[in-house]
């Protein structure tokens, strides 16, 4: 399907996969609301993407209800929302001994409850017209899990069964809901998630960023109603983890 005049929101849409997808999507001739905390990049961001008429900036915090309400109320004015990617995130990498519960409280408010919040605020005008899109911004490590990565994994895990729970809900609405689980990408995550913590084994599932954006691109042409693992060869892994726990655990490991 064509994305030309498509209205797609993307949340933590000032940098990374966001940023990058919105880039894409415009140029593919789309219009995007871009929906981050930082007002100067986005503003930024939308100069680039060729001002007003592309792109909309909307100073956002997917923790808070009454910022959700806002992007609504500015998205619906930009045009008719085809399209949410639930992308802000963020995480932070240690041992669950010594990773404070606090990282987790905040970790789940963005990654889970945020995706939830902005969900729940644009689906049921698509259930109503009969069409549109989720798009959940997972990851491998919502599929496989990693040492060093519990309170992540733990968001991600959510989201994946959060969306497939709604890909069953949606059946026969005209809205498909998408999954996307990106591999270990050099993105704004690593501000919060230094390299040196992450697991070796991670090395496994490397993508780039243009490769993530690229995906989220070619499953709103087609609608996907699933998961999209990138990079592709990251498949094998996620059903070998799924189909032998004990061996994948014993061979992460191995690789440390």
Known sequence: MSL??????????SSGFGADIARKAVAQGAKVILAARSTDKLQTLVAELGGPTHALAVTADVTSDNDITAL???A???GVVDTVINNAGF???DTLV??????????MDVNVYGAVRCTRAFLPGMIARGNGQIMMMASMAGLVAARNMAYY???KFALVAIGRTLQQELNNTGVVCTIICPGVAQTGFQTHAPNEKYPKAAAL???TSDQVAGAVITAMHRRTMGEVIVPGASVLLARFSAAFPG???AIQNMIG
Request: aromatic share 2%.
């Open 153 to 155: 994994c733990a968001s």
């Open 76 to 78: 619906e004015a930009f």
């Open 205 to 207: 599932s490397k993508c």
């Open 98 to 107: 010594d990773a404070p519960l606090v990282d987790l409280q905040r970790i």
């Open 91 to 93: 995480g932070v990498l």
């Open 72 to 74: 609504v109320a500015a």
């Open 247 to 249: 061996l994948s655990r």
């Open 4 to 13: 030309a005049n498509r209205v797609v929101v993307i949340t933590g849409a």
